[in-house]
């Protein structure tokens, strides 16, 4: 192998190189290498490597380097100053425009749209602005910048100020700047200035201009818009205002209690003080009020004043106390409002704690239901509490009130309950139900019981002791319905409290359960009796519960003893107190007593859409309340239980199934 390599060697040096000389050396040399990698075979620290594998080692080894990235965008524009002068239908100036060019060469950098600029400098050299790129904001002018760094461009512009019934404004146009800060100046002072698409935050007045310096949000126009500023001469006009004052006085032991709720209404003017006269050895405690800055008492008159001139309205509520003796003849503390040309609102007095108020005598007061005096009155459960109107009339009309209160030794007494409650129950194979729901209820201090009826029920009517009512509602959407009161000292005698109401289900099938709902109370129940009247073809049993099938039996309760009045003519039936008769066995009666049931049941429903046809044309008369008589018809069951709980909707679970002819016939 040596000779081979000296004779290739030779034979190089002798032949003259031509123009295919490098290809012969690339011959030669790749035959000589190959030569030695079968030497390399057995040669120890040679290392043989396919040429890819060489190329990839070198490339790790020496990596080449990549030009970086560019920017994502060319240029940015990092701030707009504006610097304006308002003259008469043009606000001229100069616009500052801070741009960061990211790279090298020509970029394009937009001016703001809707200026109109005068001339543009850059390092103090004019520059020419060349329209966009067509069909991209064609008409938007742009500076081309060629170097990369920060630049200022300053233009010279002007902005047409618009009018508009008796306002002027100017609008600067959105940018895609972080930072926008415009400065504007008017000939002019006495001006409101309002501002939209960014802040004010400075506005000064100086010799005969305005100035103001304001933030915009960038993305968003910025519109200065200005009026003439009006004189407002209602804080020198004589104050003229009317008040409303209720006072209520709780009758303790040791102490009397008093709160006052005052509103102001002022129709002239503006109010810096309120002024309330106060009777001898009253101390006032405290006075509240979103406008209320301070207040003094000072003799017998206490001054509220206000944070600011109340222009229209004020309310504020003052509490106290005196000292007034324990029962006997007590003359009541009343406060009024002084410098009104109207005062109105009321008094209410309460007794705290077991007593009677006894022999009222006033002056310039009218008697009173404690529901016309507000929240802070009707809310009050007080035993004993009477409650008095202003008297219309001249502010200075002289009030008084003395009366007498009559203590009793504290006695544990129940509040109100539920003796007894009667329901009566109609169903159809249908699904409604018509209910007729009466409580016997004896009460000491509740003024309303609050019957939630079931989901989806309709009310028909209520009454009170046999009287149509008128039920309110609460929140939740229960009824409220008013509840006398019995007075102090006595027992409260049992009165008659009824509902009736439509409910819907499921229609029957041939068999099934049945869940009646009945209404939910805020009082307890100590005994319950129901009845339920089913349709005729039906035969119905009780499922074990809160309910047991007993003997019907009259009801307990004196109120519930006499059955509601009702009316005599469209087939309407009055309810029976006797017992009810059973219902007829199927099994029993033949195809003519079997027709006889089925136009029975007929009857049912026809009742039950009568019922709801002069419901509704009642209500559509706006004759409310009504008075809507109960159907008893049909077979019956009858039901009791004892002891429901307040708040909770007692249920009885039934299972009905029709009887079949016997034998086919």
Do not use: C
């Not at 106290?320 to 609102?345: W, Y």
């Not at 209410?348 to 006894?358: R, S």
């Amino acid at each position: 192998m040596p000779a081979r390599l000296a004779e290739i060697l030779a034979l190089k040096k002798r032949t003259a190189f031509s123009l295919f000389a490098p290809s012969l050396f690339a011959l030669l040399f790749l035959f000589a290498a190959s030569s030695f990698a079968q030497i390399a075979t057995h040669s120890p620290g040679w290392v043989v490597l396919p040429v890819d594998e060489y190329r990839t080692l070198h490339a790790k080894a020496y990596p080449i380097e990549r030009d970086p990235e560019p920017p994502p965008v060319e240029a940015t524009l990092t701030r707009v100053d504006y610097d304006l002068r308002i003259d008469t239908e043009l606000a001229s100036g100069r616009a500052s425009l801070t741009v960061d060019v990211l790279r090298d060469g020509w970029v394009r950098v937009p001016v703001p749209a809707g200026l109109l600029v005068r001339e543009a400098r850059l390092d103090g050299k004019l520059v020419s602005l060349v329209p966009g790129v067509s069909g991209k904001a064609g008409g938007q002018l742009s500076a081309l910048l060629s170097h990369s760094g920060r630049a200022v461009l300053l233009l010279e512009i002007a902005i047409p100020v618009a009018s508009s019934t008796g306002e002027e404004s100017i609008t600067l146009p959105s940018t895609a700047s972080g930072v926008t800060r415009a400065s504007v100046q008017l000939p002019r002072q006495g001006v409101d200035v309002r501002l939209s698409g960014g802040f004010l935050s400075e506005k000064s007045e100086s010799g005969a201009e305005s100035k103001w310096i304001a933030y915009g949000r960038g993305n968003e126009a910025l519109t200065f818009a200005w009026r003439r500023k009006t004189e407002d001469h209602r804080a020198t006009q004589p104050l003229r205002m009317r008040g409303s004052l209720t006072q209520l006085l709780g009758l303790g032991e040791d102490s009397t209690s008093i709160n006052a709720e005052v509103n102001l209404e002022i129709t002239q003017g503006a109010a810096r003080v309120a002024k309330i006269q106060l009777p001898d050895k009253v101390t006032i405690n405290q006075v509240l009020g979103a406008m209320v800055a301070d207040w003094e008492v000072k003799a017998n008159e206490l001054s509220v004043t206000f944070l600011e001139p109340v222009e229209q309205n004020a309310r504020f509520v003052v509490t106290g106390e005196t000292r007034s003796p324990r029962e006997g003849q007590i003359d009541i503390p009343v406060l009024r409002l002084l410098n009104t040309e109207r005062e109105t609102g009321g008094l209410a007095v309460e007794v705290l704690g077991a007593g009677e108020i006894k022999d009222l005598k006033s002056e310039g007061l009218d008697s009173a239901d404690a529901t016309d005096l507000g929240e802070m009155v009707s809310s009050r459960q007080s035993p004993s509490l009477a409650a008095f109107r202003f008297r219309a009339g001249d502010a200075k009309l002289s009030r008084s009130l003395s009366l007498k209160v009559t203590r009793y030794t504290p006695q544990a007494v129940l509040m109100a309950n539920v003796s007894e409650a009667r329901y009566q129950v109609l169903i159809s194979n249908e699904g409604k139900t018509l209910v007729q729901a009466r409580y016997a209820v004896r009460n000491n201090q509740r003024n309303f019981l609050k019957i939630t009826l079931p989901p989806g029920a309709m009310l028909w009517s209520a009454s009170l002791a046999g009287k149509p009512v008128r039920p309110g509602q609460s929140p939740d959407g229960s009824l409220l319905l008013p509840l006398d009161k019995a007075r102090a000292g006595e027992e409260a005698p049992e009165f008659a409290v009824e509902v009736i109401y439509l409910s819907r289900g499921t229609a029957w099938n041939d068999k099934g359960q049945f869940r009646l709902a009945l209404p939910a109370l805020d009082l307890p129940v100590s005994r319950t009796g129901l009845l339920v009247y089913h349709p005729p073809l039906f035969k119905v049993t009780s499922e074990q519960g809160a309910f047991r099938t007993a003997p019907y039996e009259n009801p307990v309760s004196s109120a519930l003893s006499t059955p509601a009045a009702s009316g005599t003519g469209g087939g309407v039936f009055a309810a029976s107190t006797s017992s009810p008769a059973p219902a007829p066995s199927l099994s029993d009666t033949d195809g003519k007593d079997d027709s006889k049931l089925r136009r029975s049941q007929v009857a049912t429903e026809a009742l039950l859409d009568k019922f709801r046809a002069d419901s509704l044309t009642g209500k559509r008369a706006g004759i409310l309340p009504i008075r809507v008589s109960f159907p008893a018809f049909g077979p019956s069951l009858y039901l009791v239980s004892e002891l429901t709980g307040e708040n909770q909707a007692p249920s009885a679970g039934l299972t009905y199934q029709h009887e079949k002819k016997v034998g086919g016939k």
